[in-house]
């Protein structure tokens, strides 16, 4: 399902046409598998399961005179998903929508976000009155699901960052870090856009089975991104559509070269692995070629550039470029490179030019790669004929 969901997205970038070539070439059934699979990690319907009694939706997706449909029942015991066989008590509401639509709601870009053919065909008029006039009630929960499911294909009701960081499970936001905040500040803007998202560290270390609550925080905040997860542990059972998991260790340039030849570029890469500095310091002169222009490269738990307990950090030198910190902190000088007047101040860095913005948070840093060439106007003048400026700047007489 992974790939299906991987050609879909790809093909929403590019419209109509390439949808519809797309939907023929994954086949109805697996296209519609793979958008119900994708509505109902959005639409969280489990949090719907306790408004009372039980009730039920059919999606219907239609493609070229053909049609799919999944029954999703959802009750006290929680959230199923079957063929269409026709669930006990109230009949179910069926939403019905062309399959290529569906599929560039979910993942084109927002414009293409549109109800063209949705069609929401409620349980007859005849069964839903005299319920209403006599009982038995209707379930609490039947409008709320079916508008859940409406919500999702509007692409509407986009829960903020904190919310989702604590609904999928990772310490992004939690008594340990308050990352989201810095996250949403940065990532924010781009949520609507078509991303590569690499996350080293999966999370749940050596357990193969746990894990992976910020990749999914990061597949739900970005409803077009292919997530991929790199650990050093087999993470593959927490693969999911758009979400992929590598093992790898970090610290082996090799390995990390070869994976960002097959997945990169990428937009955004997030260090949440060891927090060595040796290992973050290798991955990132590694992995920063491989990200895009005006991509985004964070590196999380900056205090394991300090502590020699866990992470053999030091404070000793808090500008060692050998420890995070004082590795990262160099890219704030690299940012004025071209205003040194003495060629001997500091040695030129393969970032200089490339760095065009880092910044720092507690624990958290940001940097951003993009063209940092500007010149320096005064800089040259005052290498090169500093004689024809005044003593305070101004122009000599
Ligand atoms: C803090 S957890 C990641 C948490 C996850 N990013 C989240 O926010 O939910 C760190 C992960 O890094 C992995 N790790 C440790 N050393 C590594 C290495 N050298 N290379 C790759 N992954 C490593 C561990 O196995 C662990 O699962």
């Known amino acids: 399902m992974t790939d299906h969901a991987h050609a879909l997205v790809e093909a929403a970038d590019r419209g109509g046409h390439a949808m519809a070539a797309a939907v023929e070439c994954v086949g109805l059934h697996n296209t519609a598998a793979t958008l119900i699979n994708e509505i109902?990690?959005?639409?969280?319907?489990?949090?719907?399961?306790?408004?009372?009694?039980?009730?039920?939706?059919?999606?219907?997706?239609?493609?070229?005179?053909?049609?799919?449909?999944?029954?999703?029942?959802?009750?006290?015991?929680?959230?199923?998903?079957?063929?269409?066989?026709?669930?006990?008590?109230l009949p179910p509401t069926r939403i019905v929508q062309d399959a290529c639509?569906?599929?560039?709601?979910?993942?084109?870009?927002?414009?293409?976000?549109?109800?063209?053919?949705?069609?929401?065909?409620?349980?007859?008029?005849?069964?839903?009155?005299?319920?209403?006039?006599?009982?038995?009630?209707?379930?609490?929960?039947?409008?709320?699901?079916?508008?859940?499911?409406?919500?999702?294909?509007?692409?509407?009701?986009?829960?903020?960052?904190?919310?989702l960081a604590v609904r999928h499970g990772t310490d992004k936001w939690s008594f340990l870090h308050q990352y989201t905040q810095h996250y949403q500040r940065h990532f924010g803007p781009l949520r609507d856009h078509r991303m590569t998202v690499l996350e080293i560290g999966v999370g749940g270390y050596g357990d193969t089975e746990t894990g992976g609550g910020s990749l999914y925080m990061w597949k739900e905040f970005f409803p077009r991104g292919l997530v991929y997860g790199l650990d050093i542990a087999d993470k593959h059972v927490l693969d999911r559509p758009r979400v992929t998991t590598i093992t790898a260790d970090q610290s082996d340039p090799d390995a990390l070269r070869e994976i960002a030849e097959k997945i990169g570029p990428f937009d955004i890469v997030i260090d949440d692995g060891s927090h060595m500095s040796p290992h973050v310091i290798t991955s990132f002169k590694t992995l920063f070629p491989y990200l895009k222009a005006n991509g985004v490269y964070a590196v999380e738990d900056l205090h394991g550039s300090y502590w020699p307990h866990l992470f053999s950090g030091s404070e000793r030198d808090l500008n060692d470029p050998a420890f995070t910190v004082g590795f990262l902190k160099q890219m704030v000088d690299g940012l004025n490179h071209e205003e040194f007047l003495d060629p001997g101040t500091r040695d030129a860095q393969p970032t200089d030019a490339t760095v065009k913005g880092v910044h720092f948070y507690h624990n958290l840093a940001f940097i951003e790669k993009g063209t940092n060439t500007e010149g320096s106007p005064f800089g040259t003048v005052l290498r090169e004929a500093p004689e024809r400026l005044g003593t305070e700047g101004r122009p000599a007489e």
């Open 101 to 163: 639509e569906m599929a560039l709601a979910l993942y084109g870009p927002r414009e293409r976000v549109s109800p063209g053919s949705r069609e929401i065909r409620w349980p007859s008029p005849h069964v839903m009155v005299p319920r209403l006039v006599n009982g038995p009630a209707v379930p609490k929960a039947l409008h709320a699901v079916v508008q859940r499911v409406v919500q999702v294909l509007d692409r509407e009701g986009a829960a903020p960052l904190e919310e």
């Open 40 to 89: 109902l990690f959005r639409a969280h319907l489990d949090e719907l399961t306790t408004v009372g009694g039980e009730t039920s939706v059919i999606i219907t997706l239609t493609h070229g005179g053909k049609e799919v449909s999944a029954l999703i029942s959802v009750g006290p015991r929680g959230v199923a998903v079957s063929g269409t066989a026709a669930p006990t008590g």
